[in-house]
C-alpha cells in the first residue's frame, strides 16, 4: 500500500511524532491538533475503512482502544475525560483511508459534535 500515508509512517518512511509501538498497533500526534491532545491510534495493517473489518479482526479493533487508554493515562487526560472518534467514509469526514482512532483531550468537548 505504497499510496496510503499511514503506510508510509508506519514503515518510517515519512516521519511522525510516535507515543506508542507495538507489533501490531501504532499511535502518533495528529499533524492538525484539534485538541490539547490528538493522538491517531492505529493497526500496522492496512484496512481503508472499518467496513473492511471482519470477524477475526475483533480483538484487534479492541485493543486499539486499550491503547487509546493507556496513551490517554500517558498524556494525563484520563480522569478528566477523553473522546474517541472513528470517521468512516465521506460524509463522517474520513480524509485518510486507512483506519484510524483519533484520541482527543485536554479540552472540554462539544455534544453533538458538528
Ligand atoms: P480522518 O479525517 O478521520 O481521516 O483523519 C485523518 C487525520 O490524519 C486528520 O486529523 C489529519 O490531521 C491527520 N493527518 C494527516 N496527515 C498526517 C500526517 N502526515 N501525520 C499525522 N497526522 C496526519
Ligand atoms: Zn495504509
Not at 511522525?16 to 501504532?26: I, L, Q, R
Not at 487509546?68 to 460524509?91: D, S
Amino acid at each position: 500500500m505504497a499510496e496510503c500515508i499511514f503506510c508510509e509512517i508506519i514503515a518510517r518512511r515519512m516521519p511522525a511524532d510516535f507515543v506508542y509501538e507495538d507489533d501490531e498497533v501504532v499511535a502518533f500526534k495528529d499533524i492538525n491538533p484539534q485538541a490539547p491532545v490528538h493522538i491517531l491510534v492505529l493497526p500496522r495493517k492496512h484496512f481503508s475503512t472499518l467496513l473492511d473489518l471482519k470477524p477475526e479482526d475483533a480483538s484487534l479493533v479492541g485493543k486499539l482502544i486499550l491503547v487509546a487508554n493507556e496513551v490517554a493515562r500517558k498524556f494525563n487526560i484520563h480522569n478528566r475525560g477523553f473522546r474517541l472518534v472513528f470517521n468512516c467514509n465521506r460524509e463522517a469526514g474520513q480524509s485518510i483511508y486507512h483506519v484510524h482512532l483519533h484520541l482527543l483531550g485536554g479540552r472540554i468537548m462539544m455534544w453533538p459534535p458538528g
